[in-house]
């Protein structure tokens, strides 16, 4: 079993960066691929992001593609998302999630096995 803790969330102005990390403790991440989901208030999780179990393949939501960036540091044990040019839409919880799959990754929040607590992010404009 794994477990994930979130952070780097916070309030920033739109056109601001962050970078949220997730790191993991119990397993190596090497044994699972990860994702990034997001939850704003009165709507559902929503996926964000994905990266593979070696950290080689990645995918996007539409919404994020361009400005959003996955990355995945096995040796730290970490999984990070780089957001850039935020927007107020993209106000809300961001959590990372780990699937146990062996090849490929999800963007279905139902596949994944293990999950973060959250962390907030806030865009003012």
């Known amino acids: 079993q794994v477990q994930l803790v979130e952070s780097g969330g916070g309030l920033v102005q739109s056109g601001g960066s962050l970078r949220l990390s997730c790191a993991a403790s119990?397993?190596?991440?090497?044994?699972?691929?990860m994702g990034w989901f997001r939850q704003a208030p009165g709507k559902e999780r929503e996926f964000v992001s994905a990266i593979d179990r070696l950290g080689r393949s990645t995918i996007y939501a539409d919404s994020v593609k361009g400005r959003f960036t996955i990355s995945k540091d096995n040796a730290k044990n970490t999984v990070y998302l780089q957001i850039d040019s935020l927007k107020p839409e993209d106000t809300a919880v961001y959590y990372c999630?780990?699937?146990?799959?062996?090849?490929?990754?999800?963007?279905?929040?139902?596949?994944?096995?293990?999950w973060g607590q959250g962390t907030q992010v806030t865009v003012s404009s």
């Open positions: 999630a780990a699937d146990r799959r062996v090849l490929g990754f999800s963007r279905f929040s139902n596949d994944y096995d293990y």
């Open positions: 119990g397993r190596t991440l090497d044994s699972y691929a």
